[in-house]
């Protein structure tokens, strides 16, 4: 009988549980159904634990004893529990990854249109926004989420808040650093700090699939929006949205309701 994660397997055997190592089939955790505790030893060998679980720390859980067959998936409904969190994969959408993507694959035209992401979504490199041409960390104001260069220049920036119920405060606070920010900085295409435009479009993304069914928050949202536009423009952003979008629980992931999104930064971009 096996169970399958992502990074190693649970093997039961006549009397014993273990946890083996998916290439070497060396054995990791040992259960003993006939013990009067079951203890789960984790091996302190950190060559193997960082590959496995990136840990390297010891852990010991002592759990009763099982005596029948039947109670065996309550050892490894435990043992999938008793993994860290990096190794179990979640269905939700992931609307960092789902935006990048979309984006990636409609604007990232080199050597004129660059799609950048930030590790959150995908990519390799942070963002870096720096309120003087010159990179230093005094310098340097936040780390947005992702953005599209067009012309070695700035044009469109995204800040994604995919979890908890943001509020127009967190809302604000991101928007300010960005607003004072004169250049950008990404590895990706260059070591240099790049001119952020002084027509840039701003969008902030918000996860609204936590929200309660009768809300204000919805409204909320599009007062805040409204009375953002009525500043602008403010430091290097001229345009603004403010975008509620539900990600879903479970695949397959739908993109429609990105469309209009995706409007947003085409008309942001020049032709």
Known sequence: MYFSMSRAT???AASDLYFVAPSTSRVLIRLSRFSQFVRIFLLRRRSRLQKLFSSYKYHTLVVTPLYEQANCQLFLQLCCQF???ICIISMRETIHKTIAALLSSLFHNPPTVYV???PECG?????RLFSTQFKSRATSYCWPDAAVIQNREARVILEIEETGT????????KMLPISLSTHLCNEEIGRHPIPISRETTLIQVVNTASFQPLTRKLQQYQNLEADIRDILPLGCIVHYFLFPVVADAAPPFGTSKYDTLLGMISGSLTT
């Open 83 to 85: 993994v860290p969190r």
């Open 10 to 12: 649970l093997r039961y």
């Open 166 to 173: 943001v509020s127009p405060a967190k809302i604000g606070g």
């Open 123 to 127: 990519g390799i490199h942070r963002i």
């Open 116 to 118: 950048i992401s930030a």
